[in-house]
């Protein structure tokens, strides 16, 4: 079993930062890459950024230079540290990371409840 737990949503200021977290735990292998997902109202989810295990990296357009993400591996810990923070940037925020339960079987996508973030002008 596995769980990944959020964290660090909340109420910003437009040009304003939030950082959050996501830990996964349980039976964990291995974790080949870890991202963050937003879902805003009346929108489908969109890839905002991912990192793998090697910390290679990509983001969305509309947040690149502005959001930077990062791990700890040795925590299955996986962070958003989000800057200059817009309107548009309103949304649940939803952790994924892809895990190997054991190494000789296909990895697969575990998800976090989701976090609230809300960017007032």
């Known amino acids: 079993q596995v769980q990944l737990v959020e964290s660090g949503g909340g109420l910003v200021q437009a040009v304003g930062s939030l950082t959050l977290s996501c830990v996964a735990s349980g039976s964990i292998f291995s974790i080949t890459s870890m991202g963050w997902y937003r879902q805003a109202p009346g929108k489908e989810r969109e890839l905002v950024a991912r990192i793998t295990s090697g910390g290679r990296t990509n983001y969305a357009d509309s947040v690149k230079g502005r959001f930077t993400i990062s791990r700890d591996n040795r925590k299955n810990t996986v962070y958003l540290q989000m800057n200059s923070l817009k309107p548009e940037d309103t949304a649940v925020y939803c952790c994924?990371?892809?895990?190997?339960?054991?190494?000789?079987?296909?990895?697969?996508?575990?998800w976090g409840q989701g976090t609230q973030v809300t960017v007032s002008s």
């Open positions: 994924n990371a892809n895990i190997y339960i054991r190494s000789t079987n296909p990895p697969r996508d575990y």
